[in-house]
């Protein structure tokens, strides 16, 4: 299995070289050249395997560069009760009748972003070894909020690596904050910027793409990489969870192998949704992608129209990791759908830079609807759905797993469609502690962020994951903020490249 660019198709590369990467030179990203199959007998099959195994069948079909050891040593040592606080990794919660809630967060940062952070680190040493890489990995992240505690904690101390973090100073919530700024570890660093996550995300990729700051890289040993959605190796481990919640429900017989169940995902950079279709083309019967997004509306308005336009206010909200108006991975998906047409990407993505819009072809909005139903709500009807569903259900949600079950709702009074559901739930509820609070009491908390903490927990039913508690009595380890036009200067003093 080759991977090729989205901006150019000429690029052909194993996923050792993808993975290690991160993002191709001509800004593009990398696809596997095809999608590999996955059969009903297969999928049933794996409802006898941990979620390791299931992990390591899927990844053969996409790392086959990699052997049967190497993957299973991957996974062996991502996925274990020594990293999650659940045996099945992916935990399943029915919310009710056929509406099943996927607990993606409990990982070591409580953010769906470990299941595939947690092994990207694996993947990277493991691809850098296989082509003989003799250079230092500089890993460099833009994050919204959880991916930069996610990546530090899988990065930490890992050999051969350096971790620096840029996070936008206030689009992210007093907790996520903490967890960044207190992080161990000797290879790590974070720095928050004063703009918003697309701000953010865009030094990230010119650093990346910049030819003096490449030479100056190179001279000294060192190479970039990315733990952000770009990079294949963070796209992957994201395939397997839908995969192996539906391996599981067919399993308890909560579905019959072979029915179809609709998903929903809470979106922000495309890229968890991705996976879900991705999922979908290698034979998983999916029904309708069901993409969720908050009042930064840009995705549902891009399915509905055709027409992606950043050109708007950026709200800040109370589902933070959601606040993002470019959505990186939707390239890969127009990729797929046009028939790989990369001259076709290139046109659309350079106008994106340079006018903030582009307007794709009636056949491809005409496939965009039909795989895909686009729908967001504001922060009102996201803290009233987490109030709703804690009344109901006596379960509590975060800010964006609750956007997911509200826009979920609208489709189905829209449609009618009463097809099994699968639900992703992107964070602990304690990571968004005052939001869901506030909800549920439904007023203003005056306690501070541990006592809110607590106050949840006697609340609901949910443990007060450990790595929360510790954070309480950890130092700030780090405090410096720049300008965004600082950044690449500051990423060149950090590694001593000046
Ligand atoms: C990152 C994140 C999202 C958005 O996921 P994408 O893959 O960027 O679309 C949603 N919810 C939470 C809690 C997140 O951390």
Sequence with gaps: MFYKSTRDSSIKVESSVAITQGISADGGLFVPETIPEITLDEIKNLGNLSYAD????????????????????????????????????????????????????????????????????????????????????????????????????????????????????????????????????????????????????NGVKAIFTDSQVKEKMEGAGLMFSSANSINWGRLVPQIVYYISSYASLAESGEISLGDKINVVVPTGNFGNILAAYYAKKMGLPINKLICASNINKVLTDFIETGVYDRNRDFYATCSPSMDILISSN?????????????????????????????????????????????????????????????????????????????????????????????????????????????????????????????????????????????LKDKERRFKDSIEKSDMTSYVLKEFGLN
């Design 54 to 201: 299931r992990a390591a069948f899927i990844f053969k079909k996409y790392l086959t560069d990699f052997t049967d050891a190497e993957i299973h040593y991957c996974t062996d040592n991502a996925y274990s009760t020594k990293n999650f606080e659940t045996e099945s990794i992916a935990e399943i919660s029915q919310l009710f009748d056929g509406t099943y809630m996927l607990e993606l967060w409990h990982g070591p940062t409580c953010a769906f972003k470990d299941m595939a952070l947690q092994i990207l680190p694996y993947f990277l040493t493991t691809s850098a070894k296989k082509i003989n890489l003799d250079k230092k990995i500089i890993i460099l992240v833009a994050t919204s909020g959880d991916t930069g505690k996610a990546a530090l904690e899988g990065f930490k101390d890992v050999e051969g690596t350096q971790i620096l973090v840029f996070y936008p100073e206030d689009g992210v919530s007093p907790m996520q904050k903490r967890q960044m700024t207190t992080q161990s570890g000797e290879n790590v660093g974070v720095c928050a910027m004063k703009g918003n996550f697309d701000d953010c995300q």
């Design 330 to 470: 939707l390239e890969r998906l127009l990729y797929i759908i046009t028939g790989h047409d990369d001259a076709q990407i290139r046109e659309w993505f350079t106008s994106l830079a340079e006018t903030g819009r582009y307007e794709v072809s009636d056949a491809v909005k005409k496939v965009l609807s039909e795989e895909f139903y686009g729908g967001y709500c504001d922060d009102e009807q996201t803290k009233s759905t987490i109030h709703d569903i804690y009344a109901k259900y006596s379960y509590t949600c975060d800010t964006h797993t609750a956007v997911a079950v509200k826009v979920y709702e609208d489709y189905k009074n829209a449609t009618g469609d009463t097809t099994k559901t699968i639900i992703a739930s992107t964070a602990s509820p304690y990571k968004f502690s005052a939001s869901v609070l506030e909800s549920i009491e439904g007023r203003n908390s005056d306690l501070d962020e541990y006592e809110m903490v607590d106050k949840i927990a006697e609340l609901s039913d949910i443990p007060v994951p450990a790595a929360l508690a510790e």
